[in-house]
């Protein structure tokens, strides 16, 4: 597959899991009235927006103009990894949501080093924007965004959370 074309794909479905994701929270108006509860529904929605930028920008700079996609991708995958940060800092007893997280913001360092310094995907064989499509399947393939978010707009978009709406 073209990089360019695993950029629009990945890209478009990261939005569609944005739009999802925000049709769940507007059902579920108490979340945002808990700030603990708030700030998860925010890391959940920056999961899903922070790589769909990334590759939204790496199809506008694509090979042409790198400088666009390695700029949007530290700054993105500094915001990725200063939220993720907080956010670990902030969980408490589950070792396994601990450990994901704290892959997530090792995956999201790794992309602000590619993208700083792309010289560096060349030790591995590959161009900096390959070495950055693989490193963004890593950071989902970790967190598992893509099927994570289905099963997440499924159960309260269909599931337990409308039952309630409908009693």
Do not use: K
């Amino acid at each position: 597959m073209d990089v360019s074309t695993f950029h629009a794909l990945f890209s478009a479905t990261c939005f569609t899991l944005v739009g999802l994701w925000w049709n769940v929270v507007q059902s579920h108006a108490t979340w945002m009235s808990t700030p603990s509860l708030r700030r998860v529904v925010g890391g959940i929605y920056l999961s899903f927006l922070l790589p769909a930028l990334m590759g939204l920008f790496a199809q506008v700079g694509g090979t042409e103009q790198p400088q666009i996609w390695r700029a949007a991708f530290v700054a993105l995958s500094v915001v990725g990894c200063a939220c993720t940060l907080r956010l670990l800092a902030r969980a408490r007893g589950d070792r396994f949501v601990t450990r994901q997280q704290a892959g997530a913001a090792l995956l999201y360092a790794l992309i602000a080093v590619v993208g700083a310094r792309p010289e560096l995907a060349g030790h591995i064989g590959l161009r900096p924007i390959q070495a950055e499509a693989l490193l963004l399947i890593a950071l989902i393939a970790l967190i598992a965004l893509i099927v994570m978010g289905h099963a997440l707009v499924w159960r309260f978009a269909a599931g337990e959370g409308r039952a309630e709406n409908a009693a």
